[in-house]
């Protein structure tokens, strides 16, 4: 078999950039060898199969867990014994986002953010989309992925391909720090990058689980951004989505209304959270009044505390979303999952999105993001408008500007 090319420089350039001194040159020639002589697999699913899978770890930031990654069968946790505990030498976002009881944060920069003109909304700052979950992690069902010249619309061959009106291009060069990841950072809707990038899809529609380029330095992005302000010609208002009902495509509803069962145990916690949040919903079958009350509620010091260190809580036999529920102590992925979850339940498609919060920005042109600001939020789906995130996660953490109300839509 002969492995991808583009996978084993990604792999090596991740490898030497993170530890040099650690990972010999030596090494990496056997680990390939060893690696072409698999099974051979079709040139379809070659991409997949050497795909980065996340590994639960010690370390993690205030916010989202940051992940080591190893490559499934051909190499080892790259660490350091420290104290008795492995020291992570790379942030990645895996095909699997493990949902674990603790993190501590880092101040370390992790990418820096240079914008081709004056920025003055705050950006979330997206890298994974997962839509499978499996009680306590999500994952991303990637089926196959493609390639994008540098230049050419990142997302025109897929669901996830912009129709809608009111947005505006941004363009800004993002230069690494400890987020060394081949993983394309963007906020919103990813439009084109200077460089080669694949783009690995779920399912047969291709809703875009994320996009990665080979090499590890400084690359320039120009993302389509939803206006902001009180612009109701162009912009998005609370009422518009409140308006968009709930036609939703067959591939949305296929992909992101899946709950497993024993997420949500009749009778539990879970479920009375959700009836709870609609008992106090102004219209409980509308999708936008169900999701804004859900992220009031969640962030509420009153009905939930934000801990970064949940260990303690007797929770090995229960999902993620009925532990949250009932002991109502998380971070995060407990908010963001619950929320996702609880919304799939009521029929609102929902998915879990990996990235970075918005960092400090300089002069409005130049933005610091720190590694302790990796995050998880929500993404809810709206006919004719598409994915709009939601941060539900309390404790100040969240970064989300409301929406203007606008005028009522007829």
Request: with cysteine; hydrophobic share 40%; glycine share 8%.
């Amino acid at each position: 078999m002969t492995m991808d090319r583009f996978a084993e420089d990604r792999i090596r350039s991740w490898l030497l950039s993170i530890a040099p001194d650690r990972v010999p040159d030596h090494v990496l020639p056997a680990t390939f060898d060893r690696t072409r002589r698999l099974p051979q697999i079709s040139r379809r699913r070659r991409w997949a199969s050497v795909s980065m899978r996340s590994v639960p770890i010690v370390f993690a930031t205030g916010a989202l867990a940051v992940v080591v990654v190893v490559v499934s069968g051909i190499l080892g946790s790259v660490g350091d014994q420290a104290g008795g505990a492995d020291r992570t030498l790379g942030v990645q976002f895996g095909n699997t986002a493990q949902i674990s009881g603790q993190w501590t944060s880092s101040p370390d920069v992790a990418f820096s953010v240079q914008f081709a003109s004056p920025e003055d909304d705050n950006l979330y700052w997206r890298a994974a989309v997962y839509d499978d979950f499996d009680q306590t992690a999500w994952r991303q069902s990637v089926t196959a992925g493609f390639d994008v010249a540098p230049g050419d619309d990142v997302l025109s061959n897929t669901a996830d391909a912009i129709t809608e009106a009111g947005r505006r291009p941004v363009t800004f060069t993002v230069f690494p720090g400890e987020f060394r990841g081949s993983t394309i950072l963007s906020p919103q809707a990813l439009s084109q990058v200077d460089t080669t990038v694949r783009v690995s899809y779920l399912d047969e529609a291709r809703f875009v689980a994320n996009v990665d380029r080979s090499g590890d330095g400084p690359y320039t992005v120009t993302a389509l951004v939803r206006e902001s302000g009180d612009d109701e010609a162009s912009g998005i208002t609370s009422n518009k989505l409140r308006a968009a009902g709930t036609s939703y495509p067959t591939e949305i509803t296929r992909q992101y209304l899946q709950v497993p069962e024993g997420a949500i145990p009749e009778g539990g916690a879970a479920d009375q959270l959700l009836a709870d949040v609609l008992a106090v919903t102004p219209d409980p079958d509308n999708p936008y009044d169900v999701a804004s009350t859900m992220v009031d509620y969640l962030q509420s010091s009153t009905n939930f505390t934000y801990d970064t260190d949940i260990r303690s809580l007797p929770c090995e036999a229960l999902s993620t979303v009925e532990c949250f529920a009932q002991f109502r102590h998380g971070y995060c992925q407990q908010y963001t999952t619950t929320m996702a979850i609880l919304l799939r339940q009521q029929g609102i498609p929902a998915r879990f999105v990996a990235g970075f919060l918005p960092g400090t920005r300089d002069a409005r042109l130049n933005e610091t993001v720190r590694v302790s600001a990796a995050h998880a939020w929500v993404e809810v789906y709206f006919p004719g408008y598409g994915w709009v995130e939601f941060d539900p996660t309390g404790g100040g953490i969240a970064a989300t500007a409301p929406l203007p109300t606008g005028e009522p839509v007829p």
